[in-house]
């Protein structure tokens, strides 16, 4: 099994173009994300299942605890790597879930953080290596969070360094790329060809409205992304909904991003 089943692939794309609900946040951010709507993953879920998300975002203890709300109505990819925001060290994800155990919750593709640039990538490199392939024996698609990170890497947004980022993913066996925007669509355009046959997705971050991610998002399709792996800027929004809807309709439609706002209205 040299490349990820074709069986997976179309669950997560849907004419090439992907479009994932993250909700990793709670471990990787903590309370400050979240409101009195938010924390609750069920209602992540309905805002998923409401919309034409081709992916689910879970680290394995909510993968566990509300499988049946979502098993089979969304592609689920696990995270099988971590950390949280409290110890401010240099960043690392150690591995709190194997494959095979993400297999038995119903993965359908699976996440790792390599923090690129780290004084710990060479370690987190091993274990990429590790899961990457034991994912081959499943057929799994991987997505790599290529984050650029650390003492070393003075600037996270700089164009070449998230390049340099998507490079890497694609030299050690990413399938999807999930990775920062550079700022302008002719930056991010490089790091596309630089991620070679990988998918790139771009990372939502948290814009302060809806025009702003929209415009993004409309910049990075242009350039040859294949979507996005949003979170925040979908479930901490008043209308969720709308976000989504205005979201599709640029990834799967091609609309502008004036006639993606009339959802707003």
């Given amino acids: 099994m040299l490349e990820p089943s074709q069986k997976y692939m179309s669950k997560l794309f849907k004419d090439g173009k992907a479009m994932f609900l993250a909700y990793d946040q709670g471990l990787e951010h903590g309370p400050k994300d979240f409101n009195d709507k938010n924390y609750d993953p069920d209602y992540i879920i309905d805002i998923a299942l409401r919309n034409n998300f081709t992916g689910l975002i879970f680290h394995k203890g909510l993968a566990e605890k509300y499988r049946e709300n979502y098993a089979g109505k969304v592609p689920l990819?696990?995270?099988?790597?971590?950390?949280?925001?409290?110890?401010?060290?240099?960043?690392?994800?150690?591995?709190?879930?194997?494959?095979?155990?993400?297999?038995?919750?119903?993965?359908?593709?699976?996440?790792?953080?390599?923090?690129?640039?780290?004084?710990?990538?060479?370690?987190?490199?091993?274990?990429?290596?590790?899961?990457?392939?034991?994912?081959?024996?499943?057929?799994?698609?991987?997505?790599?969070?290529?984050?650029?990170?650390?003492?070393?890497?003075?600037?996270?947004?700089?164009?070449t360094i998230v390049a340099y980022g998507a490079r890497v993913g694609l030299e050690i066996g990413a399938d999807v790329l999930k990775v920062k925007y550079t700022g302008d669509r002719e930056s991010f355009r490089k790091v596309v060809q630089m991620a070679g046959k990988c998918k790139v997705l771009c990372a939502g971050g948290l814009k302060s409205d809806p025009k702003t991610f929209l415009q993004q998002t409309k910049d990075i399709m242009e350039v040859g992304a294949s979507g996005v792996a949003v979170g925040r800027n979908v479930w901490q929004s008043d209308n969720p909904d709308a976000v989504s809807r205005a979201i599709e309709d640029i990834i799967f439609k091609g609309a502008s991003v004036e006639k993606a706002l009339e959802r707003f209205k």
């Fill in 77 to 159: 990819i696990v995270k099988v790597n971590g950390k949280n925001n409290i110890a401010k060290l240099e960043p690392y994800s150690p591995v709190v879930c194997s494959v095979d155990y993400a297999v038995k919750l119903g993965a359908d593709a699976i996440g790792y953080t390599l923090y690129v640039g780290s004084p710990f990538e060479s370690q987190a490199i091993d274990e990429f290596r590790e899961i990457q392939e034991e994912a081959r024996d499943y057929g799994l698609p991987v997505v790599g969070w290529m984050y650029p990170r650390g003492q070393f890497v003075p600037n996270d947004t700089d164009p």
